[in-house]
């Protein structure tokens, strides 16, 4: 845990008492703080209380004590209307921050040339922080990863000049972090998203530039208009910028072309990897964040072999596009993550020969978007509520199934694709919907696939179970 202590000997109001608060409540209490925390969910009020930590409403707090209002990144700051304490600060002019912002003045403090890689984009941001983490970790690195994914932030080890702190960042923890400066930021991608929270695209996109235009170097995907000019700015701003692209060759940067990622240098375009035999980095948009991960490791001092072997070893995240179990040829993937249309379209877009498992609670839109895929499915095998409405939607254009359970539609999609005579049918648990019919959290639906993969695969060609 990092002790903050920006705020020794002043009063600081902490909302929302999630993980990132109750870690953030600790860390200024570590620091010398005196912590006044408030949640409008009782448990959460109840929870702190058993920590250790001090509740109180802060409707009835005496505002002119308190130096500063540290809120959770899911508490509304502006849109669709500020939180009532986010009003009640600025009314008393106390300044409104986040458990990132109170990361980077501790860095700013004590080590403020620790390096410090941040990470944002609506897309991919989670591989591409994991990605980076893990290649530098294979390297003998010392890493800290956290901020949006996984580990709270000031729950990591405090930042020194030996250590790389890789941090993913939302648009809501960007908002709440004013002196956010790291080493090397990261923007991906923008596409419209959360806009009930920044009110336009335009807005939630000046948010996301943030991270870049402090950065002291920049590396930025350009397959967007958006990020594209984000790129642009950076540059003539004088912030090295190096730009990352799936789509098409760059400048200066990175990109890939199908599979290959090349390094673009002094209009030289050397190719650097081949992602194809890496499983757990397969599809267009893995390229991307293959290629960010390569912009920041060979930024940070990695040599181009070590890269090469931290993204061979990348095992990917759990439940995005996860390799569980393989059977012969018939390769099983847990992509449970993919709770509405457009997150499966990427593993769908991933795979030729495609066992689809799908439904659940059904979101908006449903799988419409996805009939540009549908060639690539040979079957679908649909569980949940959304089943019905799935079943019209597919009718005359893919084979589909009913299934009753999860774990019927493994089994019996595992059948299938082991009389495939493919060279690598998928079985594909991407399932474009909540899990809340079955399940409480796409995370239960996830262990319950790969546990069903495993046993499907033990008994299918092979034998062999990753």
């Not at 994991?130 to 994914?149: C, E, W």
């Not at 549908?374 to 589909?400: P, Q």
Request: charged content about 20%; glycine content about 10%; some cysteine.
């Amino acid at each position: 845990m990092i002790a903050v202590s920006c705020f020794t000997g002043r009063t600081v109001a902490v909302f929302g008492l999630g993980g990132s608060g109750i870690a953030t409540a600790r860390a200024l209490l570590a620091g010398g703080a005196r912590v006044v925390a408030f949640d409008d969910n009782p448990a959460g009020c109840e929870t702190a209380r058993t920590a250790g930590i001090e509740v109180a409403d802060l409707r009835q707090a005496d505002w002119t004590g308190i130096a500063a209002l540290v809120l959770a990144p899911g508490v509304p700051l502006t849109h669709p209307q500020p939180h009532w304490s986010v009003d009640l600060a600025r009314a008393h002019g106390v300044e409104v921050i986040g458990d990132i912002e109170l990361f980077v003045r501790e860095r700013n403090r004590t080590a403020l040339d620790a390096p410090l890689v941040a990470i944002t984009g609506t897309n991919g941001k989670s591989t591409t922080t994991a990605l980076i983490a893990h290649v530098l970790k294979a390297a003998g690195r010392d890493v800290q990863m956290g901020g949006n994914i996984g580990v709270p932030i000031l729950e990591l080890e405090e930042a020194s000049a030996g250590r790389i702190h890789v941090i993913e960042c939302s648009s809501y923890q960007i908002d709440l972090a004013p002196s956010l400066a790291p080493s090397v930021g990261v923007l991906l991608n923008i596409t419209p998203d959360h806009l009930d929270r920044h009110g336009t695209l335009a807005g939630y996109a000046a948010v996301k530039e943030r991270l870049i235009a402090g950065s002291r170097m920049a590396i930025v995907g350009v397959d967007d208009s958006l990020s594209a000019a984000i790129a642009d700015r950076a540059g003539q701003g004088g912030t090295e910028t190096l730009r990352i692209s799936a789509r098409h060759p760059v400048a200066d940067g990175v990109y890939a072309e199908g599979s290959s990622v090349w390094l673009a240098q002094a209009a030289m375009q050397t190719p650097f990897v081949d992602l194809a035999p890496i499983t757990s980095l397969r599809g267009a948009h893995n390229a991307q964040n293959a290629a960010a991960a390569i912009a920041v490791c060979r930024k940070l001092g990695l040599s181009d072999e070590e890269i090469r072997g931290g993204l061979e070893s990348f095992p990917g995240l759990e439940h995005r596009m996860e390799v569980v179990a393989r059977a012969g040829r018939v390769l099983f993937v847990n992509d449970s993550k993919a709770t509405n249309a457009d997150a499966a379209e990427r593993a769908l877009a991933s795979y030729e020969r495609i066992y689809w498992i799908a439904g659940g609670r059904a979101k908006a839109g449903g799988i419409d978007s996805l009939q540009p895929y549908f060639g690539r499915i040979a079957k679908a095998y649909l569980i949940g509520e959304a089943a019905d409405a799935f079943a019209a939607t597919l009718d005359g254009r893919v084979a589909f199934e009913t299934c009753g359970t999860l774990a019927e539609a493994t089994m019996v999609a595992a059948r299938d694709a082991g009389r495939d005579a493919h060279d690598e049918p998928v079985v594909l648990l991407s399932p474009a919907c909540a899990s809340f019919d079955q399940f409480p959290n796409f995370e239960a639906r996830g262990r319950a696939f790969s546990e069903a993969a495993r046993s499907a695969a033990s008994r299918h060609a092979g034998q062999e179970v990753a």
